[in-house]
């Protein structure tokens, strides 16, 4: 059963333009969401997060927004560079359970020239 | 740079053959994960110490063992390597003090053959 869900497995971009990665989760107790960046033959790296509390949280290029009630966030990238071609993985911890995250699959984005 | 080592970075064993991945982190956090992941799929935590305490998840087989011997290291310990163990093994760390970031290493490659 998956609680977080990108379904999405890849996205292709041009340079410049706006990356829009999307997730989905199925439990409302998540009270915190994070997304994290993987390059090849690296480990994730932590890149934005969100609390249940807000809508919203900016850091540069990169944007999360969340809905709630559509149980849906997403991960806005603008301008997006070639240095951004990664897998993004969505993840959500459930309220008071702050040693476990729930991760999604990823999302495979390619910013091309 | 604080960090996140995992050793090796590649290990082939054969079917039913016991291996030990070790982690170890001098960001002195307090909690230390290892996860699984298979090719395109998300990251699924075995299990987790928080100081001392071993955390097992449910379903995480009994073929997986693990040991923390002190603050900096944590080793996984594979006692029967099946075909179905080939997988990236990710160790994370977090500070446990209310905060969900966690902090991957690079991770190991295993392959059984």
């Known amino acids: 059963d998956q609680q977080v869900k990108q379904n999405s497995p890849s996205l292709s971009v041009q340079e410049g333009r706006i990356s829009i990665l999307n997730c989905d989760y199925t439990n409302s107790m998540f009270d915190y969401f994070l997304w994290y960046k993987k390059y090849p033959a690296e480990g994730p790296t932590f890149l934005i997060s969100i609390s249940s509390i807000k809508d919203k949280n900016e850091d540069g290029r990169f944007t999360v927004f969340l809905n709630k009630s559509a149980k849906h966030l997403s991960l806005h990238i603008v301008p997006s560079q070639p240095g951004d071609s990664a897998v993004y993985f969505c993840?959500?911890?459930?309220?008071?359970?702050?040693?476990?995250?729930?991760f999604g699959a990823g999302t495979r984005l390619a910013v091309h020239p | 740079d604080a960090m996140v080592i995992q050793n090796p970075r590649y290990q082939v064993t054969q079917f039913g053959k016991p291996v030990t991945l070790s982690c170890s982190q001098t960001l002195n956090h307090n909690v230390m994960y290892w996860y699984q992941q298979k090719s395109s799929q998300a990251p699924k935590l075995l299990f987790h110490y928080y100081d001392k305490d071993f955390n097992n998840e449910a379903d995480t087989p009994d073929n997986f063992q693990s040991r923390r011997p002190n603050t900096s290291f944590c080793f996984l310990d594979i006692r029967s390597p099946g075909l179905g163990d080939t997988a990236m093994y990710l160790c994370?760390?977090?500070?446990?003090?209310?905060?969900?970031?966690?902090?991957f290493g690079p991770g190991t490659r295993l392959t059984v053959t």
């Open positions: 993840a959500a911890g459930p309220s008071g359970g702050y040693n476990k995250l729930i």
């Open positions: 994370a760390t977090s500070n446990g003090q209310g905060r969900y970031e966690q902090y």
